[in-house]
């Protein structure tokens, strides 16, 4: 088996579909796990994906990874956290793993509060405004990272 891919999802996601359509489409969170299984498959590699909105549990899994170090990069869409947690940011470099972020719809087309993220400034890349094809991309770059 080849890498493993963690891909985390911040408070909310759970909702894709029935959440403001017209922002984020119309694609459900099981879409979100379809696609990034496929894209880490098809790099023979392997996804795991996980969404809450209880950033305390996010805290944990994170902190889990730098403990157990099961997985070699990490995707996250941080959603509203990315730009309200410094704690978010300072737990993504506790694993030492490469870090791709990503967000569904184009941040930085939209209000003032969306254009800052905590977590740019750590992340090895970052994806905006590619739908949910954005997380197949994030995946892909994830196991190019992992693998380097
Ligand atoms: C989001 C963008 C964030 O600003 C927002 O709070 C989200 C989703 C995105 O995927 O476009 O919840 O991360």
Redesign the pocket.
């Known amino acids: 088996m080849g890498s493993r891919i963690l891909v985390l999802n ?4 759970n909702m894709l579909g029935v ?1 403001q359509p017209e ?2 489409g119309d694609g459900s969170y099981a879409d979100v796990v379809e696609i990034c299984t496929r894209s880490a498959r098809n790099r023979g590699a392997e996804a795991e994906v996980r969404q809450t909105n209880d950033e305390a549990e996010m805290l944990v899994w994170i902190h889990g990874l730098a403990r157990e170090r099961d997985f070699s990069a990490i995707v996250i ?7 309200t947690s410094v704690a978010l940011a300072d737990a993504l470099v506790i694993p030492e793993v490469p870090v791709v972020e ?6 930085h087309a ?2 003032g ?2 254009q800052h993220s905590y977590v740019s400034p750590i992340a090895s890349a970052v994806i ?2 590619c739908g949910l094809a ?1 997380y197949g991309y994030a995946v892909d770059r994830a196991v190019d990272l992992a693998q380097s």
């Open positions: 911040g408070p909310n996601l959440r922002v984020y869409n941080p959603a509203a956290w990315t730009h990503v967000h569904i719809s184009n941040v939209r209000e509060f969306r905006a405004g954005g």
